[in-house]
C-alpha cells in the first residue's frame, strides 16, 4: 500500500483516480469516465492489446464452459470493435489461408489477423448465405452475440428491445450452426423472456444463464448460453 504525503499510508479508496466535471460535460459522462479509469479491466485490456474489456467475459465465459476449441468455426454477430472476434481468433487457430473466425457488423472495424470482416447487418436476408460462403460452405460451430440495443432510458422498453435483438441473434444461429453448435447472447435482468426461452430450449439440448467476473457487478447484463443445438 503507497504512503501518503504525510508519512501515512493511502488505502485503495484514496488511490482511486478522480474526474471533476468539467464544463458541458454532464455528470454521468464524468462518473462513466471515472470509472473506465479506474476499472482493472480496462487496463489489462490496455496492456494486452486488447480491443476492449468485454474480450474477458468471453475469456472467463470460455473457462466455464469449455466454449471454444483449436479448429472450430466461430461467427460474432456485432463483433465491433472485435474484442471476442480477437479472443476467438487466438484459441481456434484461424489463418488467413483456413479462416474460421467471420465478425460480421454494419460498423467499420480495423482488421484482424485470420479473421474474415463483414460490413453488414446481420438482420438481413441474405446475411446468413453470405456468412456461410464465407467459412467456406461450412456451417459455425459457436454463434457470439455481445449486442446490446440502442437505450431509450425507459427500462420496460429498452429490456423489450434487447431481447427482441437476442431473439433476432438465435434465428440467425439456427440458420447458420451446424449441429451439437453453441450460441451465446447478452441479455439483461428483469421483465420476461420466457418466449426467447423456449425458443432456445426447442432447439438446444442445454440452455443456462451467466454473469463472468468481468461482467461489472452494477450491471444488469447477462449471458445465455445455449449448447447441443438440435439442427434445422
Given at each position: 500500500m503507497a504512503k501518503a504525503p504525510g508519512g501515512g499510508r493511502?488505502?485503495?479508496?484514496?488511490?482511486?483516480?478522480?474526474?471533476?466535471?468539467?464544463?458541458?460535460?454532464?455528470?454521468?459522462?464524468?462518473?462513466?469516465?471515472?470509472?473506465?479509469?479506474?476499472?482493472?479491466?480496462?487496463?489489462?485490456?490496455?496492456n494486452e492489446g486488447m480491443r476492449s474489456r468485454a474480450a474477458y467475459k468471453l475469456t472467463e465465459l470460455d473457462e466455464r464452459f469449455g466454449l471454444l476449441r483449436k479448429g472450430m468455426r466461430v461467427v460474432d454477430l456485432g463483433a465491433a470493435p472485435g474484442g471476442w472476434s480477437q479472443v476467438a481468433a487466438g484459441i481456434v487457430g484461424t489463418t488467413a489461408e483456413n479462416p474460421l473466425v467471420v465478425g460480421i457488423?454494419?460498423?467499420?472495424m480495423d482488421p484482424i489477423p485470420g479473421v474474415i470482416l463483414l460490413k453488414k447487418d446481420f438482420t438481413e436476408d441474405d446475411a446468413p448465405d453470405m456468412l456461410i460462403e464465407a467459412m467456406g460452405g461450412h456451417k459455425a460451430d459457436l454463434v457470439?452475440?455481445?449486442?446490446?440495443?440502442?437505450?431509450?432510458?425507459?427500462?420496460?422498453?429498452?429490456?423489450?428491445?434487447?431481447?427482441?435483438?437476442?431473439?433476432?441473434?438465435?434465428?440467425?444461429?439456427?440458420?447458420?450452426?451446424?449441429?451439437?453448435?453453441t450460441f451465446i447472447a447478452k441479455v439483461f435482468q428483469g421483465g420476461t423472456e420466457h418466449e426467447l426461452l423456449a425458443m432456445l430450449k426447442k432447439n438446444f439440448?442445454?440452455?443456462?444463464?451467466?454473469?463472468?467476473?468481468?461482467?461489472?457487478?452494477?450491471?444488469?447484463?447477462t449471458y445465455l448460453v445455449a449448447r447441443g443445438f438440435r439442427g434445422t
Open positions: 493511502q488505502s485503495e479508496k484514496d488511490l482511486k483516480v478522480r474526474v471533476k466535471t468539467s464544463k458541458g460535460r454532464k455528470i454521468g459522462s464524468t462518473l462513466w469516465l471515472q470509472r473506465q479509469l479506474n476499472d482493472p479491466y480496462v487496463a489489462r485490456a490496455r457488423d454494419y460498423l467499420d457470439l452475440s455481445d449486442m446490446a440495443a440502442p437505450t431509450t432510458g425507459h427500462r420496460a422498453t429498452d429490456h423489450l428491445r434487447i431481447i427482441h435483438l437476442v431473439e433476432l441473434a438465435a434465428d440467425f444461429a439456427i440458420q447458420v450452426l451446424a449441429p451439437g453448435g439440448a442445454t440452455t443456462q444463464h451467466a454473469k463472468p467476473p468481468a461482467s461489472r457487478q452494477g450491471s444488469a447484463e
